[in-house]
């Protein structure tokens, strides 16, 4: 057993099938079955269960896979510290985020992150995905009530979704003070396509569901921003999204005796524990914690 064969393990496990593991290795899909049945000959058992569709690793798969994924981070390392030497902090970062925190709140998170480091490259996405990291993913910010396990997850804090309407729509239709309230306004907020929109209503230990109706649905949070401005009905949506004009008087909230969910009520940033992180990558994860804590960054 070699350095290559154990890559090419770590490889074909990584890609969950021979077929993507062979475009990652530049590789005919033939070519890495033959090199993988001669590392199974070598070793003398099996290290993959073979289906049409996917691989998974067996026992002793797994463990020569978790080896060989140290040695290759390890080597990503060492490579990196030697080129690094002397320059600054160079590297790609790709980087997922909910399109509504994203845009209201890690947008300004990063441009002072690229002030600070401008060797590094941001790639990012804005989007609302179910699936988490993806190849070109190094980080991902999601809203959920519980991370994957498969997944490194730090958390953020608490999303807090507020009921709130502009003082000119209070003033001429009042605010809901009843979940039934609620469900009958014109509301302005996010949605899935294809999925029934619930919102989850917490008093206490007791829980509430109730089946939302809107007469506005986007994921672009600025945009329901300006629809609750303009006072097109009840906004429903994460306080961030309006904090500045409740501060301001503008928008006014209620239900205040409720805790109210659609998505989730938490903030995690996820990234994949056996993947191995670059020094931009470790930096930008300990700068966007560092954010959402509220701690003074450097000037340099």
Not at 58 to 73: A, P, S, W
Not at 225 to 251: C, H, N
Request: hydrophobic letters at 40%.
């Amino acid at each position: 057993m070699d350095l290559q064969s154990l890559t090419l393990l770590v490889e074909i496990i990584d890609s969950g099938n021979l077929s993507q593991a062979a475009r990652k290795l530049k590789m005919t899909r033939a070519n890495v079955s033959y090199h993988l049945s001669q590392l199974e000959k070598s070793v003398g058992v099996q290290l993959v269960k073979r289906t049409t569709r996917r691989v998974e690793p067996t026992e002793v798969g797994l463990r020569l896979y978790e080896h060989g994924r140290n040695i290759h981070n390890e080597m990503l390392a060492a490579r990196e510290t030697i080129t690094s030497l002397g320059q600054e902090l160079r590297g790609r970062v790709g980087i997922s985020v909910p399109s509504g925190y994203g845009q209201i709140v890690v947008s300004d998170w990063l441009i002072e992150f690229k002030r600070l480091y401008p060797g590094i490259v941001l790639d990012v996405l804005f989007e609302n995905r179910a699936d988490n990291l993806r190849d070109e993913v190094d980080i991902a910010i999601r809203v959920m009530q519980e991370p994957p396990l498969s997944v490194v997850a730090r958390s953020l804090g608490d999303v807090r979704y507020v009921a709130c309407a502009s003082r000119d729509y209070a003033a001429q239709h009042g605010l809901p003070q009843t979940l039934m309230e609620l469900r009958a306004s014109p509301l302005i907020t996010a949605g899935v396509m294809g999925r029934q929109l619930r919102l989850a209503a917490y008093q206490g230990l007791e829980r509430q569901e109730v089946t939302l109706e809107p007469t506005i649905i986007s994921e672009h949070f600025p945009f329901l921003r300006q629809g609750i401005l303009a006072s097109l009905g009840v906004g429903l949506v994460p306080d961030y999204v309006v904090q500045d004009k409740v501060a301001t008087g503008e928008v006014l909230t209620t239900l205040h005796d409720y805790r109210l969910s659609i998505f989730g009520t938490h903030m995690y940033l996820l990234y994949l524990p056996n993947r191995h992180q670059t020094r931009a990558v470790r930096t930008c994860i300990d700068f966007l914690l560092a954010k959402a804590r509220g701690e003074a960054q450097p000037t340099a």
